[in-house]
C-alpha cells in the first residue's frame, strides 16, 4: 500500500523532533546527574577514610553542547586522590591500613583501591546504573 501525500510526514517529522528534542536535552541532564551521584555515592562508600578530607573533596559538573551532547566529569580533588585510587596501569599504590595503625579518628573497612572506578563500574554499582538510566528515559 502505497504512503499517502499530506501532513502525515510533516507531522510524523514534528513529532520526531519533539521526541529527540526531549531525550537529548533535559532528559538526558537529569539521568546524567542521578548517574554521577549514584556513582559518587557508590565510590565514597569504597574510599578510605582517615581525616575526610578525601570525601570532602568529592566533586561532580555535566557541561552540555548542542552539537556534542552532555559530558559529566566526576571526581575528588584532593592531592592523593590519585596516589590512593591507583595509577593508569590498574597498580593499586596503596593497601587498607588496619584501624589500630591509622592516624586520624576515622576509619573504612570496604575501602579498596580504585574506589572511583568501582562506583560506576562496581558489581553492586552497575545495575543500579542501568536502572537509572532505563527510568530516566521511560515515555
Excluded at 559518587?40 to 561532580?60: C, D, H, Q, V, W
Amino acid at each position: 500500500m502505497p504512503a499517502k501525500n499530506g501532513k502525515g510526514g510533516k507531522q510524523l517529522k514534528q513529532k520526531y523532533s519533539a521526541f529527540v528534542g526531549k531525550m537529548t536535552g533535559p532528559r538526558t541532564k537529569a539521568a546524567m546527574v542521578k548517574v554521577l551521584s549514584a556513582g559518587m555515592t557508590n565510590a565514597k562508600e569504597n574510599a578510605p577514610l582517615e581525616y575526610g578530607t578525601l570525601i570532602n573533596s568529592a566533586f561532580r559538573y555535566i557541561e552540555g553542547s548542542n552539537k556534542l551532547g552532555w559530558t559529566g566529569v566526576a571526581g575528588f580533588a584532593a592531592s592523593y586522590a590519585y596516589y590512593l585510587h591507583g595509577d593508569q596501569n590498574y597498580t593499586p599504590l596503596w593497601k587498607p591500613v588496619a584501624p589500630e595503625d591509622k592516624e586520624g579518628p576515622g576509619w573504612n573497612p570496604f575501602s579498596t583501591p580504585r574506589f572511583l572506578e568501582l562506583g560506576f563500574i562496581g558489581p553492586l554499582a552497575k545495575p543500579e546504573i542501568e536502572r537509572i538510566i532505563r527510568e530516566s528515559y521511560k515515555i
